[in-house]
């Protein structure tokens, strides 16, 4: 349960299921982007991206980020779920078999490329550096989302299937 999060002022630390957060930061450029479907279920994906945290777990200290998501139809279904490196690493590595031999993800594997020049060669959890992070990591989601052909890839990265 939390009652105050940590935010750039602050060094207020915080129990969290798994761990305690110890910073909490927003990406510098966020913004919401989304696309429609032609979909029974969902019509319309929103994404963003806006904060990350730095968590203290008995795994050792690790970066998260926050994937805003909205799924809309009749009614607007919004979600903020905490994802790691390793989750993004394994949709990209889901994308590369979906796109095997096939014109596809093209700006998607592009922006995990821009991501990947800039990654460290250490776990770095220096505030500015995951900062940048959570903006690429955005700009290669919002790639992702264009380029999706249904709502469907989206939700099982989220574990919504």
Wanted: hydrophobic letters at 40%; aromatic letters at 12%; a neutral charge.
């Amino acid at each position: 349960k939390i009652n105050r999060v940590p935010t750039d002022d602050e060094n207020l630390r915080v129990d969290v299921d798994g761990g305690e957060i110890l910073y909490r930061g927003h990406g510098p450029f966020s913004i919401s982007v989304s696309k429609s479907f032609q979909s029974d279920n969902i019509s319309c994906v929103t994404l963003q991206m806006p904060s990350f945290r730095i968590i203290r777990s008995s795994d050792g200290d690790h970066a998260e980020f926050l994937v805003v998501v909205t799924f809309s139809n009749i009614q607007a279904l919004s979600l903020g779920i905490w994802r790691r490196h390793s989750h993004f690493e394994k949709l990209v590595n889901d994308i590369l078999k979906l796109a095997k031999g096939k014109d596809t993800f093209k700006n998607t594997l592009l922006s995990w490329q821009c991501l990947l020049n800039r990654k460290r060669w250490y776990k770095c959890l220096d505030k500015d550096y995951l900062s940048l992070k959570c903006f690429l990591l955005e700009r290669f989601m919002h790639d992702f989302l264009f380029e999706s052909p249904s709502p469907t890839l989206i939700s099982e990265f989220l574990g919504l299937e």
